[in-house]
């Protein structure tokens, strides 16, 4: 893929970026060690009021940096301006808690003193997606740079300018120089970068593919990696559930992102008692949707991020639906305009052996089951190789912690939409990834859990 900016709203390459050269690589990955070795050393007081001095930036020019994401990936503009505002918050997040997350923890031991300390291992690989392109990068960089890390970012090819702006904020806030680079490469390069001995570990967010690639590149050379890959997260509506309440966040869960977002609620596992009515509400709200142009701020649904998308995202819709599955709404691309548009989609009435049971569908479709109790939901919800997040809607308590206990998921939501936040952990289990982001244990998965005993 090339690198540049293309307007998915419209098929309009508006720029484009010539990839490093290996000579520009080596210069970066050269500036990014020598600042590790100065960086590490600095107090978490620095380093904190440098964090805020970012989050006050993305507040200050929140509009600017918004409409980069909607120009280059298609994100409703109030959905960009609401990303910007949750890296500032993130920012804050890890400048007020690092020292704390960080300290020295003791231990009582046959020695005079024992302690685990926590140390920053160096240069930290992101490869990071194109669909939450300053969150995915932020959630990642706050965390590493607070522990005294330095990193390198791999953006997505189709969101350059995201990435370039998330360099200069860095900067812009008072960070030494090569503390955070941006690497305009393709995925090609990849396996290189990891393999060079000063790059210490690596944190991907994508698909299945390319976590697989990035771990096995790591491996050769004894890396961690951290991956949060792909989900088909399911949304479970029980009898008892509050119904406006579950199809209205049902909608929100979908759509968000232009339902392009890997913890996006995407099985709708019904009971059957309440089938019928969730299905008519959730069909009209789908119906209902303002689909055009994504910096129009009434704009509930815009363009999927590239032509590719829709093609695999309509592939799979077909798939269903040449087995036997039932459309409710939308059904197929959107041909009566420019651009990576797809409607609002419900299927439903899904025969075996179609992609349902296993696929994820990456942009706005929804597929909905029907059950006859809690043990065909969980079941229902378990038979996939994902498990990234569930949300789960009941009022009845013995309900509630079942699914909480027997979900196979990184979390569980009850009677809410999943969503990631800087004070819990983020992650998932099965075949979407392993390792955690956010809260203290993000914190700690790129540090040197040091050993310390004294005589």
Known sequence: MAIATINPATGETLQTFPPLTEAEIEGKLDLAQKAFVEYRKTPFAQRAEWMNQAAKILERDRDRFAKIMTLEM??????????????????????????????????????????????????????????????????????ALMAGNVGIL?????????????????????????????????????????????????????????????????????????????GSDPFIVLESAD???????????????????????????????????????FVEKFQALKIGDPMNPETDLGPLATPGIVEDLDGLVQSCIAKGAKVLTGGKPLSDRPGNFYPATILTDFPPGTPADNEEFFGPVALLFRVADIDEAIARANAIPFGLGASAW???????????SELEAGAVFINGLVKSDPRLPFGGIKRSGYGRELGVQGIHEFVNIKTVWVK
């Open 74 to 143: 298609g994100k409703p503009i109030k959905g960009a301006i609401a990303e910007v505002d949750k890296c500032a918050l993130v920012c804050r997040y890890y400048a007020e808690r690092a020292a704390e997350f960080l300290a020295d923890v003791p231990a009582s031991t046959d020695a005079s003193s024992s302690f685990v300390k926590y140390e920053p291992l160096g240069i930290i690989l992101a490869v990071m997606p194109w669909n939450f392109p300053f969150w995915q990068v932020f959630r990642f960089a706050a965390p």
């Open 154 to 230: 791999k953006h997505a090819s189709n969101v350059p300018q995201c990435a370039l702006a998330i360099e200069e904020i860095i900067k812009a806030a008072g960070f030494p120089g090569g503390v955070f680079q941006t690497l305009l490469v393709g995925a090609d390069k990849v396996a290189a970068i990891i393999a060079d001995d000063r790059v210490k570990a690596a944190t991907l967010t994508g698909s299945e593919a390319a976590g697989i690639s990035l771990a096995v590149a790591a491996s050769k050379h004894i890396k961690k990696t951290v991956l949060e890959l792909g």
């Open 243 to 281: 119904l406006e309440a579950a199809v209205s966040t049902a909608v929100a869960a979908r759509m968000l992102n232009n339902g392009q977002s890997c913890i996006a609620a995407k099985r709708f596992i019904l009971h059957s008692s309440i089938a019928d009515e969730f299905e008519q509400r």
């Open 394 to 404: 009941t009022t009845v308590e013995k309900e509630r912690d079942r699914l909480i």
